[in-house]
């Protein structure tokens, strides 16, 4: 049975839920007949008070009279740490919330911060056996990846057209984006099981159809020059041509977190309106499980979904990979913190543990740079993912002209092929001083110049 279905039998969602499940199964399991059980349960829920002593149904009975437990907070609430100054102060009280949360243990705030739904964007949060699905962000495992081409850097200005031609033809960008035919990609990804529960199952032909695609918002493929300062990354110091890319799972990925959001609040109905976004799935329940699994799944795809803008893009230009680095952003990881085992989830953050790589982009017009974890243990081994918003969607549409933007991309020699005014960049903060606040979590180990950019092409078309 589904956990739906108790429900239209009388059972309130929520833990009750998942212990009528779980009795059922064991019942089932024992070698109790189906139709038996059924039985047996309708007549519990009808008049529970008749059967607190049944050995099978005696728990379910008594709960179903004690009726849903009401939110009981921490009494004391995690504590976090913030590294940002003039932050958002929607997302302050979103971390501050969270941190109330029975199962937090921890958390801390971006500097690029900024509200979303449940946790903030650029907030961390490692919690006690349990696993929060908005926590971890619709786009599961938004990322990073950056390849360093073994092309001259005067391409950018001697063979501008190639480049550009590469970045038309072999990604796909917008709302429903795929590649149809002989022009869908492959991957071994394709290959793994995804029909491990029925929300995955039928995912998998939209995931090959997206596959190596972008999407909308604020995802991105790019060409630019990164510059190293000291030998590194296998590579000698000097100025190299490199691809960037930020983009995430895609329509599957957004189902896969839809479902399990809805999920899980629906198991935690006694949570107050400001925290129903922080729901959460027990580790070691079935949804749970299913959950992990659908997550890590939809994390390898996003890697592929990378793998393949990139390989494409190098093999129509007939170029090698040098280098390559790539990391998640919107993800949850089994780490050791104050000698325990937690989920840390970081919702537009990058893992910053000591010696990992990471990509922190600015915009369209200003830097990225590549940087390496000092393992900082209060940020929970976080940075931020980027510099962060400053402005709405909706107000950067209405105060932002075209004529301004592309007067700041020829100031920095930047061909925009296409993007939504809402991506403009002065949307975002100063990501240099971004960088300044977290200058105790990462060092910059390379500086990325954007210099050919492809967004969706949303909203009014950049001027010619």
Known sequence: MKGYELQ?????QGDLVQLGLRVIGEACASGEDFADVRARLAAVVAEPSKHTDDERFGELAQGLIAGPPGFIEREVPAAWRSYGEDLDPGAIQQISNACRLPVAVRGALMPDAHRGYGLPIGGVLATDNAIIPYAVGVDIACRMKLTVLDLPVTELRDERARLIEALERETAFGLGSAFRGPHRRNHAVLDEDWGQNEIVKPLKDKAWAQLGSSGSGNHFVEFGTLELAQDDLGLKSGTYLALLSHSGSRGPGATVAGYYSRLAQSLH??????????AWLEMDSADGEAYWEAMNLMGRFAAANHEKIHEHIAKRLGASVLADIENHHNFAWKEQHDGKEVIVHRKGATPAGEGVLGVIPGSMADPGYVVRGKGEALSLESASHG???????????????????????DGKGVTLLSAGIDEAPDVYKDIERVM?????????VAKFEPKIVKMAPSGEPPED
């Open 8 to 12: 239209k039998m009388g059972i309130p």
């Open 269 to 278: 109905p006694e949570l107050p309106k400001e925290l129903k976004h922080l």
């Open 387 to 409: 510099a962060g918003r400053v402005m709405s969607r909706t107000r950067a549409k209405s105060e932002i002209s075209w004529t301004e933007v592309q007067k700041q991309l």
């Open 436 to 444: 300044e606040l977290q200058s105790d979590l990462v060092e910059v």
